[in-house]
């Protein structure tokens, strides 16, 4: 599977869910497979597989899927906690992406709000994954140690209790130059990772 939520540990379980998760908010939305498929520019057969849960799907048929359905790709992968407003430190869900150790805790209880709360914590010269880019804006701080941002063509060093906002559309990517742990804590508005 391409996104492991840490929670969920069992592939097959997570590929079950996956595949619910993208036929409730299809059906929720009143699409059609071959509705979804064609929004996505995927196959009408791979959205049933996936929702059936007899195919993994790449991050890139994630995010297409996800684009189509409005919704934020992390938001196929985890549960909705209950409607409170506290999450515990214990309680946080975990997101990990394939090729990069950095590790994202969600601080938000919702996902449907208007944006999501990230902490995340990069190990020593964590060089990221590819630039993404997305709709909406983002404001990084950084808590511990120093990150390097690259937004577009553009290179930023951030230090201790630096922070920076930016248009999520630009592609960006983070890394950790040094030798020691770093720290951030991100706001995205819209919820997307």
Not at 57 to 62: E, G, H, N, R
Not at 118 to 131: L, S
């Amino acid at each position: 599977m391409a996104l492991i939520d840490t929670a969920r540990p069992d592939a097959a379980r997570s590929d079950t869910t996956l595949g619910n998760r993208i036929r409730a908010a299809r059906t929720c939305r009143g699409l059609s497979l071959g509705e979804l498929a064609t929004t996505a520019g995927v196959s009408k057969s791979l959205v049933s597989q996936i929702e059936r849960g007899i195919a993994a799907p790449s991050i890139d048929t994630v995010r297409r899927i996800a684009s189509a359905l409005h919704v934020p790709v992390f938001s196929l992968f985890m549960e909705e906690p209950g409607n409170g407003m506290i999450v515990r430190r214990g309680e946080r869900r975990i997101v990990r992406y394939p090729g990069s150790a950095a590790t994202r805790e969600i601080l938000s209880p919702t996902l449907r709000g208007r944006m999501v709360l990230v902490w995340v914590t990069f190990p020593p010269g964590e060089d990221g994954r590819e630039p993404v880019r997305h709709v909406g804006e983002e404001t990084v701080v950084v808590l511990r140690g120093t990150l390097e941002v690259h937004l577009g063509q553009e290179r930023v060093v951030l230090h201790l209790g630096d922070s920076m906002s930016f248009d999520s559309e630009v592609p960006h990517t983070f890394r950790n130059p040094t030798t020691e742990e770093t720290e951030i804590l991100t706001a995205i508005a819209p919820p997307n990772l």
